[in-house]
Structures are given as structure tokens and as C-alpha cells.
């Protein structure tokens, strides 16, 4: 389709695809905006800015559009807007759309290492249809948005980089890379390649280009000091050390109860203090969550206060058998929060 639109010469064609406009609907800042530019219940749409001087011929392209959408067998689906106002608002949800995005509730997130590849137009609609197969075949599903008019979709599949994702992102990105090639694209087309992307774009420049790369790197760069391994001997797009989810990852607490190594995230209102605390503990790194509203038992604040549950202490909880096992404390904890530095024995059941 955005084949057929371009002929009509838009200063930009950008696409939103269903779950950018489920999550707009959901920020009531957005909803408004994109209500005003549905028409039925779309899989996606269409941004299609046309710009000149004169007002009139403006309209006369829109009109154009929408002549060329009937055509193409979606009569009545151009929403036109002329107000420049309106125009603003719907421009500015589009800006927000990786923010959007990322708003996505759950464990699993939009990853960006496919985002950036490009086809020509005439196979993006094919493109689109297999990367999505391609999607289902690893049970997970892809964000769709951006730039239709020159072939670039920024999609991102939604992974769990904390459990299987990073065995997904690379099965997906192997199958992703062939379909580019054979569509004769580009697999780094606005962003740059750097640690996602370096391993897959070798192909694009051929052994004679990237060894000049590397002649070249070595004479400027013997030490290898500036921007390492981005072009010249990328690393693994999967290599776990640069992951922000390092190897040896693991939640520690699958309960509700808070980690003590996260206590010092916040200064809850509980304790009616303004302080607060910095943590390197090994359960915050995890990304423990602190939901708590009692201290823990040999703090000088609020000693032995009931739990969220109503019990009178966190001994029975599987929270205090997962954290006697982090041991020795962080000194950040026992200094700052008075935590004790012998563990009472677990009561019998």
C-alpha cells in the first residue's frame, strides 16, 4: 500500500501499528488524539503528511489520498486533518511512540535488535507478513512502527531478557538477516550497527571492504581504544557480558515479600524519614521489587511491626528463607539499616 501512497509525493508516511494505538488509548493524555484519528478499528494506520505552500493544494492531495485508498479498496478510510493544532497532537503521540512502547505492561519488552532493517517498498508488505510468521513460530509477537515511506519499520519483538528471550532475539535475528537478504535490504538502514548489529552486516560490504575496515582501524586505532568492537570484530549480538541481565542472573524472590538489599531504593512515608539510601546488594541487582511496610527484626525503626499479610514477623515467609541464604549482609545494609549480623534460626513448623 505505502508503495502506491508515495507516488503521491507525502513529505512522510509513518506507521502505527495495533499495539502503539491500544497503549495510547490507555494514557488518558493520548487517547483523545488518537481517537480522533481512527476510523473503524484498524490493525494499524497510517500517518501521511503532505506539505506546500498553498492551503488549497493541500486539501487537493488529501483529496487525492483518499481517491487512491477507494481505489486500493478501503473506501472511507482517510481521516482528514487540516487543523494544524490537531496535526501537533498526533505528530507528538507519534514522537512518543518508543516511550509508548516501552510502557507495555509485563515481563516481556519491546527489544530493539531487528528495528532498523529496511527493504525496498515493493516487498515491505511481504517482509512484514513473514517476520511476523517468523514471530509466531517463536510464540511471541512484534511492535511495529515508524517509517513505511522509505521501507524502515522499527520493530521490536517482545522478549523476556531475563529467561529465554536472549535464545529468541537470536533465533529470530538469524531468520530476520536472511529475509533481508533475500529482499536485498539493509539490516542497519538509520541507526548504526554497534554491538546489536555488527555480527550481521559483514554481507552488506563484502571481505574486501570490511578487511579495509580493519587496515584501517589498525593504523588509526593500534590499541584499540576508540568505540572498540563496534565494526571492526563485533562481538555476539547474544554475548551475555553485555547484557544488562548479566550471566548468573536469577530472581531471588518469587514470594511479595521485599529483599532487605532493596530496602534502601526508597524512604518509604512509614517511616516518616527523608533519607535516603543507595544499595549494591546481589538481590537488587536481581531486580528485587520492595513492597514492605514493617522494618526488619533487630532495626531500631518500627521493631516487629505486622506484615502486609497480618503476620507478626517475616520468619515463616518464604521471603526470610530465600534472604538467610545471601550471606554475609552488604555492609551498606548493616551500616544504614542496622541489620543484624547473626541470622535467628528458622522456627519450627
Known amino acids: 500500500m505505502t508503495q502506491h501512497i508515495v507516488k503521491l509525493k507525502p513529505v512522510a508516511v509513518e506507521l502505527v501499528d495495533r499495539t502503539m494505538i491500544d497503549l ?25 503528511e503532505f506539505a ?7 486539501l487537493a492531495q488529501l483529496d487525492d489520498l483518499a481517491t487512491l485508498m477507494s481505489d486500493l479498496g478501503l473506501p472511507g478510510s482517510v481521516v482528514k486533518m487540516a487543523d494544524a493544532k490537531a496535526q501537533k497532537a498526533l505528530w507528538d503521540v507519534r514522537k512518543a511512540g518508543l516511550n509508548i512502547m516501552m510502557s507495555m505492561k ?11 532493517c529496511a527493504v525496498p517498498l515493493a516487498h515491505l508488505a511481504e517482509y512484514t507478513r513473514r517476520l511476523t510468521a517468523v514471530f509466531h513460530k517463536h510464540e511471541t509477537e512484534g511492535t511495529w512502527y515508524a517509517h513505511a515511506s522509505v521501507g524502515t519499520l522499527h520493530v ?14 537470536r533465533e529470530i535475528a538469524e531468520e530476520a538477516a536472511e529475509l533481508v537478504r533475500e529482499y536485498k535490504g539493509a539490516y542497519s538502514g538509520e541507526h548504526g550497527d554497534g554491538l546489536c548489529r555488527g555480527e550481521w552486516v559483514a554481507w552488506q560490504y563484502g571481505p574486501r571492504i570490511n578487511a579495509a575496515f580493519g587496515e584501517i582501524k589498525a593504523l588509526f586505532d593500534p590499541d584499540n581504544r576508540f568505540n572498540p568492537d563496534k565494526i571492526v570484530r563485533p562481538p555476539k549480538m547474544d554475548a551475555r557480558e553485555n547484557f544488562r541481565f548479566a550471566p548468573g542472573y536469577a530472581a531471588l524472590l518469587r514470594c511479595g515479600w521485599p529483599c532487605p538489599g532493596n530496602w534502601a531504593m526508597t524512604a518509604w512515608p512509614a517511616w516518616r524519614s527523608r533519607r535516603r539510601w543507595t544499595c549494591a546488594s546481589p538481590a537488587r541487582a536481581a531486580g528485587a521489587i520492595a513492597r514492605p511496610a ?9 521493631r516487629g511491626t505486622p506484615g502486609p499479610s497480618g503476620t507478626a514477623s517475616p520468619c515463616e515467609s518464604a521471603w526470610w528463607r530465600s ?23 528458622l522456627p519450627a513448623r
Open 156 to 169: 521490536r519483538p517482545i522478549l523476556d531478557m531475563r529467561r529465554d528471550g536472549a535464545v529468541r532475539m
Open 323 to 345: 534472604c538467610r541464604a545471601m550471606r554475609p549482609w552488604p555492609a551498606a545494609c548493616r551500616r544504614y539499616l542496622h541489620w543484624p549480623t547473626a541470622f535467628p534460626a
Open 106 to 116: 509485563g515481563d516481556g519488552k519491546p527489544v530493539s535488535f531487528i528495528e532498523d
Open 294 to 302: 514493617w522494618t526488619w527484626p533487630g532495626s531500631r525503626s518500627r
Open 24 to 48: 495510547s488509548m490507555e494514557n488518558p493524555a493520548f487517547r483523545p488524539v488518537i481517537e480522533s484519528a481512527l476510523s473503524g478499528d484498524p490493525q494499524a494506520i497510517l500517518l501521511v
Open 52 to 58: 506546500g505552500e498553498e492551503h488549497s493544494a493541500l
